[in-house]
Nanobody, 121 residues
């Protein structure tokens, strides 16, 4: 499956962005989808994951309560709504797919390209 991430951009602290992850080649059926991020000089970090279709979700500690992951089954797309952004959220955000456990343990089977999020203070 090929994953396409989009929606990154620049925003001021306190603002919001919504990222999208769409699949081609196959649908997300029987796959869970997640988001990871990596800031310069830092290790890649788990952000969120959702079981397909629209099942339970999981969040990294640093984004819980501010970010929401959701899915649109008809559009075969997963979204990451990011609210109350801070400069610490600035990173390249990657979408990925695989089993729910593999996503939570940073071992997804499929990776998409990243989309850049910058947050100015």
């Amino acid at each position: 499956v090929q994953l396409q991430a989009s929606g990154g951009g620049s925003v001021q602290a306190g603002g919001s962005l919504r990222l999208s992850c769409s699949a081609s080649g196959r649908s997300f059926t029987k796959l869970s989808v997640g988001w990871f991020r990596q800031a310069p000089g830092k290790e890649r970090e788990f952000v969120a994951a959702i079981k397909w279709p629209g099942g339970s979700s999981s969040y990294g500690e640093s984004v819980r309560g501010r970010f929401t992951i959701s899915s649109d089954n008809d559009k075969n797309t997963v979204y990451l709504q990011m609210n109350r952004l801070s400069p610490e959220d600035a990173a390249i955000y990657y979408c990925a797919a695989g089993t729910f456990t593999d996503l939570q343990t940073m071992r997804p089977a499929y990776w998409g390209q990243g989309t850049l999020v910058t947050v100015s203070s």
